[in-house]
């Protein structure tokens, strides 16, 4: 009598215990895929850029929606604004804050644009120097109108600096407020910068 | 036989309702967190700090320090109110006379954008709205004559107010001016 009960109580703590991992499971999961694959719902790739068409727009499905909330909570729709997010460089190497990086492009087809280094956290880096990104307004342009600024741990000669302190994961989001409707309708057709390696990380 | 066949059956159904329960927890995982972030911002400590319940706030602008919300531009100021309509409906109204960007958008409880009105549609006139829930119909004696009537999906909400601010030293004056137009006010407290 008193060796059943415990078998029934055993077997109870296992159903239980299992439930409780099946729950963990799920809530991991779901974590997981918000925080590693933030841009895994439907997005368009532009060289090393990703831009998701749905975010901020009450057309987002529950992913897009979740995967906003954490990585870039209030978002505005695409005829608004367009975020084209880099987590790579054009050598498909993952942004790291200790590596120097020379950023190059033409000004987007945007009414105003802008480019900005996050850590991992997605918030900005500490920079010494208050340079958190580089904008259309500041940003000098050579005689063919292209830009060029460097980010990472180290100064480079004759660059906009964004500094990067630490040795963590980044990204660096290309926002184009009140972008041309050819733009919004076809992202692809973006001309995206070129994120370069300088060397060798520190 | 039977036996040994019951008790296959028992854990493929077992084996089932675990599966069942991993993929419900991971979807309502899912549906929640966008709802339950933007609860934080509604009602966390920023907000309370700020004040900002059906009252327009001015934060500072932008810096390494700023972690309220992920992703801050730094090159824009931000004015930010928690709409709550649980008492009726609330007012917006603005008037930034600014020679850059700027913008006043609405998101919902579960952190959509449902509305947004930037310095181009609002073509130098003042931005005069009247958010009410989508639970009840205004009286159209109520709205003030002028006010554009905004349909908010959830009695809460959040309004941000973004204006283009490269040069913030410089320009400090006039972003400033122009942003403290904003007004959010509760429509019984008007």
């Known amino acids: 009598m008193t060796s059943s009960k415990a078998s029934n109580g055993k077997r109870w703590l296992i159903g239980a215990l299992l439930y409780l991992g099946a729950v963990a499971l799920g809530v991991g999961s779901a974590l997981l895929v918000l925080k590693k694959a933030p841009w895994l719902n439907p997005s368009v790739q532009v060289g090393p850029w990703r831009v998701n068409l749905h975010a901020g727009s009450v057309d987002a499905d529950m992913y897009t929606r979740a995967s906003v909330a954490v990585n870039g909570l209030l978002a505005l729709g695409r005829d608004e604004t367009m975020y084209f997010i880099a987590a790579y460089d054009d050598g498909g190497q993952a942004l790291r804050s200790n590596c120097n990086y020379r950023i190059q492009g033409s000004a987007p087809a945007a009414r105003w644009w802008s480019i900005t280094a996050y850590a991992d956290d997605m918030f900005l880096f500490d920079a010494p120097n208050g340079h958190y990104s580089l904008n259309g307004d500041i940003a000098k342009r050579s005689a063919e109108g292209r830009f060029d600024f460097t980010s990472g741990p180290t100064e480079q000669p004759d660059s906009y600096w964004l500094p990067t302190p630490g040795k963590r994961g980044m990204v660096l989001t290309l926002r184009l407020y009140n972008p041309e409707p050819a733009l919004q309708a076809a992202p692809q057709s973006l001309q995206a910068p070129h994120i370069t390696r300088i060397g060798e990380c520190q | ?190």
Request: hydrophobic share 45%; proline share 7%.
């Open chain 2, 1 to 190: 036989m039977t036996n040994r066949s019951t008790n296959q059956r028992l854990w493929f159904y077992r084996g089932l309702t675990l599966l069942v329960t991993a993929l419900l927890a991971h979807l309502l995982t899912i549906w929640a967190v966008p709802r339950l972030i933007m609860r934080v911002v509604l009602q966390g400590s920023a907000a309370q700090s700020l004040n900002m319940h059906n009252q327009a706030a001015f934060p500072p602008p932008v810096t390494a320090k700023s972690r309220a919300i992920v992703m801050p531009s730094p090159d824009l100021l931000y004015s930010v109110c928690v709409y709550d309509l649980s008492e009726g409906a609330v007012r917006v109204q603005a008037a930034p006379q600014l020679p850059n960007y700027w913008s006043i958008a609405l998101y919902s409880a579960n952190s959509d954008n449902f509305f947004v009105r930037n310095d181009r549609q609002a073509a130098g006139k003042p931005v005069d709205l009247w958010l009410v829930p989508s639970s009840g119909a205004p009286a159209q004696n109520q709205v003030p004559a002028g006010a554009e009537v905004v349909v908010s999906p959830s009695k809460t909400g959040f309004l941000l107010m973004r204006v283009l601010a490269s040069d913030y030293q410089t320009d400090q004056a006039v972003l400033e001016a122009g942003r403290r137009t904003l007004r959010c006010q509760a429509a019984g407290t008007l």
